[in-house]
């Protein structure tokens, strides 16, 4: 016979956001557990740079997410103290040419419009706020308020301050109902956790919790692959990355595209990415992609063509076809709520999205626009045909 277990909210999902989004519920004053399929940070947080970023978003839900986010992980920084290794570094964007650096300034006018620190920097200052990178460069943009923490991290430490019970190594096998339809709690391998709301952090395996309350999300996983190199002393100072970058994330396609993104680490080792592909849950290293991400990270910071690689790993974005993820009460399913979909911003939405989750199931004023998260929105629609959206990283 299953053990039950009374909760007021079982949290699926122990990535960052469904870490915060169990922080801020018991902040509330809610009993809350989360349960896991595997360990803590074992799907996508895992995999991540940590990237806490509004530098590659375009006006609009999710910048205005991210930004939210920029000061509650400050706060969150603070209060969890060093352990999260919050670095507020900045960011680094940076054209390769005279066309690109005009759309790069184009597209910071418009971000400066919503509250974003965006600052125009020529060749000249490029070299002096990262003296390795590649002459000749015209310019670019610095973004103070990108920062990074250590995801895995941050998710345990977020964790173990919301006090939620935690079942590691149990995979949900089924939500339970109550006779109105309502949510009623969860079922998993070992047990039966008994609660009138049910968040879905599940990352990538969203779509899969969906549909056991009967709905649909078309979560999809974007495979994406880092290198991590030797330690070595901060070559890298901020998160550097090249202007297409921006466009890289924002496409709906499918096929592989990659573009430099470089930054170095507190414990010495430069991080290099990015790549992005739609392949399903295929996870075959290429070597193809590692070499091309490594000749455009030469490119970049040419310092870094002699340093040895020692590994490169590979994980999966959860990717919703608008490029926003779904956040907020399900109108479909009572007691259901989703914090999924974020694509490879999870780690810097993650504190918004648990506010906002934890308002919603306290019963308070969210005082946040949520209707363009809603996660009913794919409702009737294609995959293919929910539109590009803004761009999400």
């Keep these: ?15 960052v956001v469904g870490a915060a989004c169990a922080y801020y519920a018991a902040r509330a ?27 590659d978003k375009e006006p609009g839900p999710e910048l205005d997410l991210a930004l939210l ?41 418009e971000q400066r419009r919503v509250g974003v620190e965006a600052v125009a920097v020529d ?26 923490v250590q995801p895995a991290l941050a998710a345990a430490q977020l964790l173990r301050a919301s006090g939620a019970d935690r079942y590691l190594g149990e995979a949900v096998t089924a939500l339970r109902r109550g006779a109105d339809g309502s949510i009623a709690g969860v079922v998993t391998e070992r047990r039966e956790l008994a609660a009138p709301a049910v968040v879905n952090a599940a990352g990538t395996w969203g779509g899969a919790v969906a549909e056991l309350a009967g709905v649909r999300l078309p ?4 495979r994406g692959f880092v290198l991590v190199t030797e ?58 992609v590692l070499r091309r991400l490594a000749a455009q990270a030469v490119a970049l910071f040419p310092v870094l063509g002699t340093v040895a690689v020692q590994r490169a790993y590979r994980g999966f974005r959860p990717y919703l076809p608008d490029h926003l993820p779904a956040i907020g009460q399900d109108v479909r399913v009572p007691g259901l709520y989703h914090a999924c979909g974020h694509e490879g911003a999870g780690i810097g939405l993650a504190p918004a999205t648990g506010l906002l989750i934890g308002r919603q199931l306290a019963g308070e004023d969210v005082g946040f626009d949520l209707s363009p998260f809603r996660p009913e929105r794919f409702e009737g629609a294609d995959e293919g045909s929910a539109g590009s959206g803004p761009g999400a990283e």
């Design 219 to 222: 979560v999809l996983p974007r």
């Design 1 to 15: 016979m299953l053990k039950r277990t009374s909760y007021d909210v079982v949290v699926i999902g122990a990535g």
């Design 69 to 109: 986010s920029t000061e509650l992980w400050r706060e969150l920084a603070d209060s969890l103290g060093e352990q999260v290794e919050y670095e507020a570094k900045g960011g680094l964007v940076v054209a390769s040419g005279a066309a690109g650096l005009d759309a790069l300034n184009r597209f910071a006018v």
């Design 231 to 288: 330690p070595l002393p901060r070559v890298v100072r901020r998160k550097v990355y090249a202007a297409d970058y921006v466009a890289d994330v924002a496409s709906g396609s499918a096929d592989l595209q990659s573009s430099a993104v470089v930054e170095g680490t507190p414990a010495g080792p430069v991080l290099i990415g990015a790549s992005r592909e739609r392949v399903g849950f295929d996870r075959t290293l290429r070597v193809e």
């Design 123 to 148: 060749g000249a200052e490029l070299r002096e706020l990262e003296p390795h990178l590649a002459e000749g460069l015209p310019g670019g943009v610095l973004y103070p308020q990108d920062a990074q």
């Design 29 to 55: 004053g809610l009993r809350v557990a989360v349960v896991d399929r595997g360990p803590v940070a074992g799907g996508t947080t895992g995999a991540g740079e940590g990237n806490l970023l509004v530098s």
